[in-house]
T-cell receptor
């Protein structure tokens, strides 16, 4: 069936380190892909998205490229900050409104 | 611009009691979603509505769960009777009607059933 697989966390990095959070998906058809971020005690917020192959989504220094050939949408940031500490969710959307989320990856950035 | 508003933010209840979670979507959004988040299963879609009509409730775990949307600005998720395994964070989310739009989440209702 359709699914999203994320790397298990927690991921612990020092400030200014490079971040990669892996995400791969299985889907019939051509999904749109998303990264959401959840800060402690809050709901999920859209971080970035890509709607077709080779699209790159970017926001707040984060970016991810829709790779159809590897069915991946890895999240990257060149230099993380303590304020980036949160849980990151990869998600796909099939059709108009069926979203499937990964289990989330917790990121902890140390000063 | 008010976001998705959920209540209560936190609820602790005893097993067997009825629990009602409430949601006010963003004005003008035609789609409303209920999700459940647990450590074990991550984020699961329970049900979603379009123009107040339930479209897909295949994620509702069992008959103890029910959801309604009596009008465009209000929805409820009810659990009766509640069980300890229902302890989770329940998120409501809404989205505009146009394809390609993203969904906007509320801050969640943290439910603990003891």
């Amino acid at each position: 069936g359709d699914s999203v697989t994320q790397m298990e966390g927690p991921v612990t990095l020092s400030e200014e380190a490079f971040l990669t959070i892996n995400c791969t998906y299985t889907a019939t058809g051509y999904p749109s892909l998303f990264w959401y971020v959840q800060y402690p005690g809050e709901g999920l917020q859209l971080l970035l998205k890509a709607t077709k192959a080779d699209d790159k989504g970017s926001n707040k220094g984060f970016e991810a490229t829709y790779r159809k050939e590897t069915t991946s949408f890895h999240l990257e940031k060149g230099s993380v900050q303590v304020s980036d500490s949160a849980v990151y969710f990869c998600a796909l959307r099939l059709g108009t409104y069926k979203y499937i989320f990964g289990t989330g990856t917790r990121l902890k950035v140390l000063a | 611009d008010a976001g998705v508003i959920q209540s209560p933010r936190h609820e602790v209840t005893e097993m067997g009691q009825e629990v009602t979670l409430r949601c006010k979507p963003i004005s003008g959004h035609d789609y409303l979603f209920w999700y459940r988040q647990t450590m074990m299963r991550g984020l699961e879609l329970l049900i979603y509505f379009n123009n107040n009509v339930p479209i897909d409730d295949s994620g509702m775990p069992e008959d103890r769960f029910s959801a309604k949307m009596p009008n465009a600005s209000f929805s409820t998720l009810k659990i009766q009777p509640s069980e300890p395994r229902d302890s989770a964070v329940y998120f409501c989310a809404s989205s505009p009607s146009l394809s390609g739009n993203t969904i906007y989440f509320g801050e969640g209702s943290w439910l603990t059933v003891v």
